[in-house]
């Protein structure tokens, strides 16, 4: 019987094997899906000299993870690559703002292409960023509230001028950009890194949101795993074995056997019973663990009000090119970015933005874009790109506000018409770009749901960024921590805090609650009623007397 059952082999779910398994564990990591990894997968489906990332692509938050960063991934085979630019949005009248690692270098674009006024109020942000330094990311991603951390963090505000310092952080990106900034640039390239989530630049905080995933840029870069996001998950599962782990895919879980208020093991769809010693930790959407695997009658009686209210961040579709050359960007300097920003000005971002909020489909779509052979050149052969983008639309939509009357059924009209789209889109801003493409796929919502069910509906961060599901908000209000109200057993998913992205710390948070409940219960005897219930999830019977 392992010590653990980990349910979902995301990267958070991996990452909580693996502190479990150094912690003395013996680990089991169910999955249902025929291959481990949840969004952090890489095929050539697409094309077979072309490698590319099936969901997640850039990694800047794994980079920074405190979390990752003690696993030491590059002994079990990872690598880094990067791009010779971090991040570029490209404008319609030629110009291109771009990001860097080194706040020098990044200020050396802005003035060249914006002014030094503008250079100057971003080297005031990284300034910031460096008297936060490293307190802001270990107070994000720890369990709230973020006790030691947060003590830390809130006397770096105090030195990096208290109030003025907060109200920075609370700030919608918008009303930044017209404080700090005299021309454009600068605030595109924090606008859209707030668009990466379900956030308006209108949005109280967006600020704190787009700054973050900007410094985090000019000091770790946003790297991609050499050969493709799965080698990321390779790395953790060849780590976990090495501990005596062991990862079973094509297992899904179908039920969390609780007896007495406490998760003993879980049931897989064929019937399967998997007891767990000590602890079972869920890496599936909250939705999907309380009233799911999980039945209400274990549950406080106001959870399942709780969980109606339980909001999905947007759907998502995305497409998946083999190009047989360089994008022919109007605007030189995004042909080095690994991502690209698709969208003219403030204004589109924020219609865009508001559309989405709106339940309608943008005529002119906000696009993530990612030009993944210049950022790791194993991607495909030499002269070509492997290349992607997503947008984001909404769960339901109620109007589609461009020509092709998309309703959402995402049927195979649907599925062109917005791929069409999001291809004019790019036109805009590359005028040529369709005419080298060698290959396509299309993933809308309905597939990226069914190649990973947690991706409710194509959300891809586990639910809303929003302020109002997050610290104690996530996923219900009176949570923010990955106990539940099962004893043994932890939320391990982004629907807990701190969220979205490719960091870990979900998985990191759930496990040591776990190490953590069970060092409180050492020495303990186990009960006779615990005992009895352990054996009968196994399939031993009482011997009689």
Not at 353 to 380: E, I, N, V, W, Y
Not at 473 to 485: A, H, L, N, S
Not at 486 to 501: E, F, N, R, W
């Amino acid at each position: 019987m392992p010590d653990a059952i980990v349910v979902g082999a995301g990267p958070n779910g991996l990452v909580a094997a693996n502190i479990l398994a150094d912690a003395g564990w013996q680990v089991d990591v169910l999955e249902g899906q025929p291959e481990p990894g949840g969004a952090v997968r890489s095929d050539r489906g697409v094309h077979p000299d072309y490698v590319h990332d099936v969901f997640s692509s850039f990694y800047p938050l794994a980079a920074a993870s405190p979390a990752i960063g003690a696993l030491d991934l590059e002994r079990h085979g990872l690598r880094w690559s990067h791009a010779p630019t971090v991040l570029a949005h490209p404008m319609p009248d030629g110009r291109c703002a771009t990001l860097h690692r080194g706040a020098a270098a990044t200020c050396a674009s802005l003035a060249s292409a914006f002014g030094g006024a503008d250079a100057e109020a971003w080297q005031r942000l990284s300034r910031l960023w460096d008297d936060l330094d490293p307190h802001l990311v270990r107070t994000l991603f720890t369990p709230f509230p973020p006790v030691r951390s947060g003590a830390a963090m809130a006397a770096r505000l105090r030195a990096a001028g208290g109030l003025r310092a907060l109200r920075f952080l609370t700030l919608p990106v918008r009303r930044l950009a017209q404080e700090e900034f005299t021309e454009p640039g600068a605030g595109l390239l924090l606008a859209g890194c707030v668009l990466h989530a379900d956030l308006m630049p209108e949005s109280v905080g967006s600020t704190a949101f787009g700054w973050l995933m900007a410094m985090l840029g000019q000091q770790v870069g946003w790297p991609v795993p050499v050969g493709g996001a799965a080698a990321l998950t390779g790395a953790l599962v060849r780590r976990l074995e090495a501990l005596g782990g062991r990862v079973h895919c094509n297992a899904p879980v179908v039920e969390v056997v609780v007896r007495g208020g406490r998760a003993l093991g879980v049931r897989t769809a064929d019937g399967q019973a998997h007891p767990a010693r000590r602890a079972v930790l869920a890496d599936v959407p909250a939705p999907a663990l309380y009233g799911a695997l999980v039945g209400w009658e274990h549950l406080p009686p106001r959870m399942p009000a709780d969980l109606r209210r339980f909001q999905w961040d947007f759907s998502t579709v995305k497409i998946d090119w083999a190009l047989d050359g360089p994008i022919p960007w109007t605007a030189p300097a995004a042909a080095a970015a690994g991502t690209v920003h698709v969208g003219a000005d403030m204004d589109e971002l924020s219609d865009y933005a508001q559309q989405l909020t709106t339940g309608r489909l943008p005529r002119r779509p906000f696009l993530l874009l990612g030009q993944m052979t210049t950022a790791d050149p194993a991607r495909s052969p030499a002269g070509t790109e492997s290349a992607w983008a997503y947008t984001h639309v909404p769960q339901t939509i109620t109007d589609d506000l461009g020509p092709d009357a998309i309703t959402g059924r995402w049927d195979p009209r649907e599925a062109e018409a917005m791929a069409e789209r999001i291809e004019q889109q790019v036109e805009r801003f590359a005028p040529g770009f369709r005419t080298r493409i060698a290959a396509r796929r299309i993933l809308t919502p309905p597939l990226l749901q069914s190649l990973d069910p947690s991706l409710v509906g194509g959300a891809i961060n586990g639910g809303t960024t929003a302020l109002h599901q997050q610290l104690v908000f996530r996923p219900v209000p009176g949570t923010g921590r990955p106990e539940t109200p099962v004893t043994g057993l932890y939320l391990a998913s982004s629907s807990a805090h701190p969220g979205g992205g490719v960091h870990g710390a979900c998985g990191a948070n759930a496990a040591r609650a776990a190490l953590r409940s069970q060092r409180l219960l050492a020495g303990r005897v186990l009960s006779p009623g615990l005992a009895a219930a352990q054996r009968l999830l196994s399939g031993r019977r009482e011997q009689p007397n």
